[in-house]
């Protein structure tokens, strides 16, 4: 009952076709568009995102999974939905669908964090809520041990890819309780989209210099 009555004052369109009922159709699901893996580094094609030979730094990422094409206009209104739109239930839609083997054994996941003032206007944070399903997938605990100290500006709003690193520049710092975490451990950092990949290469510089010894990233987008 009450369910109805959610349902008769909020309907629910789909973000995809505008079809009443759902937030996302299943005819719009098949359709959306899977992304080719690449090199979070230099951004060309990689088998399975392995970080090419050539492109390794000391602090940079191992790896990166990515399932969607961020260029695709349905996945791209999931997401906003989901940022913008306080809907979490269309990330489990887009996660529905999927498992998540890896080769490497992971001691946790690690979602990219908000600032504090962002986070409590939206609610949540919808890197936590990814981490979480994906998490609950692979049987790896999401642990929330990154703290982000000082407010920056959306990286949307900044076209330029120097300008986004220089954002987040210093962002980012490990929770002391959480210290003992990281030291020699296997991590999966969680964001929702890798674009110039600023955050998350900045988060696994500041994962890497407190002794972590394997950083991949999963994204649902780039």
Known sequence: MFDSIIDFLFPKYCVGCGKYGNDLC?????????????CPECGDDSPMGWVHPKCKKEWGLDGLIVIYDYRDLIIKAAIDGIKFGFNRELAVKLLKNFRFESGVDFDSLVPVPLHFYRENWRGFNQAEVIASLVGG???VRVVNMLKRKRRTKQQSLLSDK???????KGAFVVKKENSFRVKNKKILLIDDVFTSGADMKECTKVLKRAG???VWGLALAH
């Open 212 to 214: 972590a010894e394997v």
């Open 137 to 139: 997938k692979m049987k």
């Open 26 to 38: 299943n005819k719009c699901i098949n359709e959306l568009s899977i992304a080719d893996q690449i």
């Open 162 to 168: 120097k300008d986004r690193e220089k954002n987040v």
